[in-house]
């Protein structure tokens, strides 16, 4: 029921009659189970219910019992047998539970209750990371992921990608904040030798600070990384492909866009994660889920790179 949206609380018999009665006000009602529906110490509450006006609804197998005589309600739980010749609570058990989930969902059901507030009420675990958890959550930031611009050679992509493990590969982006070629097009002929990627820099001079900022309303905001527009996807499988076909006295001169994986799939960084690791398995190639996904601000694939999230992350989150 807590998790459902319908504030409850148990309260043994023996405890309420000792002072636990406390927790009961005139607002509640009060859910008795009692399967002979004739408990000594739960009919001596009763009366203290009675007396604050609170409502009683009776649940148990014995429609004749003092329990659902005093009930304002009568929930009938009747098994015509238990599971083994020992009578030991078990068929009346089970449909008892099976009888009180029913009322948490139909009370959740009336009161409109959400997912949304089922998640807010169960942050913890894996339920509670595929329900909340976004993408900007748990992203690898763009500041620990190789980037290069379209005209950067291979030996720069590979000495990118070793610096850099944690992204799972290279995003080739345009624009790239400190390249000389940051403005060229795929398309453009390489007219001057590049400036290492802005990546390449001393972490501790460049990197800017990973974790989140709140902004002037008080939510968290992404901290600005690179700029760039994400163009390509370069993956380890795309470098192993190259390295065996390429014919090896031309090896170094392949460039980024010869080999990326051009407008490859992105995702918000506001989208949740689950969603993110339903589009890298949905968009799989060759059987296998797609390795990582740019993430970018807002929808648009134009909006600002601001990191990765990886296949492998995700699969150890879910």
């Known amino acids: ?78 098994v015509h047998r238990e599971a083994s010749e020992i009578p030991a609570p078990t068929s009346s058990t089970t449909l008892a539970l099976a009888l009180g989930d029913a009322i948490a969902l139909t009370l959740a059901k009336q009161r409109k209750f959400t997912t949304h507030g089922f998640a807010l009420n169960h942050p913890g675990g894996s339920l509670g990371r595929r329900l909340l958890l976004k993408v900007k959550e748990c992203m690898v930031p763009a500041q620990k992921v190789a ?50 990627p802005s990546s390449v820099a001393s972490d501790d001079a460049t990197t800017i600070a990973s974790t ?34 390429a014919a090896r006295e031309s090896v170094f001169d392949i460039r980024a866009c010869d080999i990326m994986t051009p407008e490859p799939v992105v995702c918000s960084a506001d989208e949740l994660a689950t969603e993110a690791l339903r589009i890298m398995v949905d968009k799989k190639p060759q059987g296998k889920g797609l390795p990582l996904l740019p993430v970018i601000d807002g929808k648009d694939k134009r909006g600002a790179y601001r990191g990765v999230v990886t296949l492998k992350d995700l699969q150890e989150l879910f």
Do not use: C
């Open 147 to 196: 980037t290069v611009p379209a005209n950067a050679s291979l030996d720069v992509v590979i000495m990118e990608m070793t610096r850099h493990p944690k992204g799972g590969g290279v995003v080739v982006l345009r624009n790239i904040p400190g390249s000389l070629a940051g403005n060229n097009t795929i398309n453009e002929d390489i007219e001057q030798e590049l400036s290492p």
């Open 1 to 78: 029921m807590l998790s459902t949206g319908t504030a409850a609380t148990f309260l043994h018999p023996v405890e309420a009659m000792h002072g636990d009665l406390g927790a009961v006000n005139e607002k509640d009602v009060v859910l008795a189970l009692s399967y002979s529906g004739n408990t000594e110490e739960l009919m001596r509450i009763v009366p203290s219910l009675n007396h604050r006006g609170v409502p009683i609804i009776g649940l148990g197998g014995n429609a004749k019992s003092q329990l659902a005589k005093i009930s304002a309600a009568w929930i009938d739980g009747y």
């Open 212 to 245: 989140s900022e709140e902004d002037e309303e008080g939510n968290s905001a992404i901290p600005p990384t690179e700029t760039g527009q994400v163009i390509g996807v370069i993956t380890h499988s795309n470098i192993h492909r190259i390295l065996k076909t």
